[in-house]
């Protein structure tokens, strides 16, 4: 049984969304998530010109998040 979640993702001038991997896509699929909008701010001041942006998508596990495991990825390199 799933649920939809709001989540937020970082988006470029030209609409391109920030990945895992650092890097600008056009694969929404592959855009770093976050379920904070605070959080999605934070990460969004270290790319001028960027945006923060709003979306639903349906989750199987409502409280996983991408942006936890990348934070704890980043902390601990």
């Known amino acids: 049984m799933g649920t939809?979640?709001?989540r937020?993702?970082?988006e470029?001038?030209?609409g391109r969304v920030l990945t895992v991997e650092g890097f600008f896509s056009y694969e929404a699929d592959d855009a770093?998530?976050?379920?904070?909008?605070?959080?999605?701010?934070e990460e969004a001041s270290a790319f001028p010109g960027t945006t923060v942006e709003r979306f639903e998508r349906y989750s199987s596990f409502p409280d996983f998040f991408l942006s936890e495991a990348v934070s704890v990825q980043r902390s601990s390199a």
Do not use: G, H
Request: net charge negative; proline share 0%.
């Open 32 to 41: 770093l998530q976050f379920r904070s909008e605070d959080e999605a701010y």
């Open 4 to 6: 939809m979640v709001t």
């Open 8 to 10: 937020y993702r970082i």
């Open 12 to 14: 470029d001038e030209v």
